[in-house]
């Protein structure tokens, strides 16, 4: 189960990057496609003020792919909506690209129970100048609205930085259901006021419904599949 859910999105699934004044590419995280007009999904946090932003597609599969890379196949992107209360962004190809994709990769958030199978494919270990792409698979640990009413699912398994913005995955039906933030800080989310001697580390990490990138999408006039 988990080969199909990487065979069918594992080409959908790119690192993302910014190029700098001197023209080279830093890393911000991970997008993935999410409607063959030409656009992606990724994490708002990931894209705000950053300007010519790009993405990298996976090399054909190898038995093993080399840690570091000396050379990167760069595609323009551009921010065509961003929410940044929900922190979801809605990338665009900055030219025409050719893209198959799956049928039907947006799933039903509301649908999920409880300890639902779940995995994650990004690229965590890009801030170490490591671009592999990871498959991480984990099980929905709860169920959580965020201070200003986002739908969040907590799953259990530790995702580093790279792996923001990647998507969440249902292992069931193999669709989408979230797009993953970053690791979960239960002082930080919590209402309360806190100390520093209240945080603890938590193995757990996060990720935005699904359903907040619909209203992206309708703004740019996509059918939703």
């Known amino acids: 189960m988990l080969q199909d859910v990487y065979l069918r999105y594992r080409n ?20 993935f496609v999410m409607h063959p007009g030409g656009y992606l999904l990724t994490v708002a946090h990931a894209v705000s003020n950053q300007k010519n932003l790009m993405v990298v597609p996976v090399a ?13 196949r760069a595609i ?7 929410d940044a209360e929900r922190d979801i962004a ?10 198959n994709m799956p ?11 409880m300890g639902t199978g779940v995995a994650c494919l990004g690229f965590p270990f890009g801030f170490q100048c490591i671009y592999n792409q990871v498959l991480q698979q984990a099980v929905v640990s709860g169920k959580i609205l965020s201070a200003n009413d986002t739908r969040l699912f907590l799953f259990d398994s530790r995702v580093h930085d790279g792996t923001r913005g990647a998507p969440l995955l249902n292992m069931e039906d193999h669709r989408v259901i979230g797009v ?11 209402p309360a006021e806190g100390t520093e001697e209240g945080r603890m580390p938590t193995s757990f990490s996060y990720a935005v419904s699904i359903e907040y990138a619909v ?11």
């Open 12 to 31: 959908g699934c790119m690192s993302l990057y910014s190029m700098d004044e001197q023209e080279r590419l830093v890393f911000l995280g991970t997008a």
């Open 60 to 72: 054909p599969e190898e038995s093993f792919m080399p840690m570091s890379s000396t050379s990167f």
């Open 76 to 82: 323009p992107v551009r921010v065509a909506q961003i």
């Open 90 to 99: 809605l990338l665009a190809f900055s030219d025409d690209i050719e893209i």
């Open 103 to 113: 049928d039907h990769v947006i799933g039903t958030p509301e649908t999920i129970a």
């Open 180 to 190: 993953v933030s970053g690791r979960f800080d239960s002082l930080e989310a919590s």
């Open 215 to 225: 209203p992206l999408m309708e703004a740019e006039g996509l059918e939703v599949l």
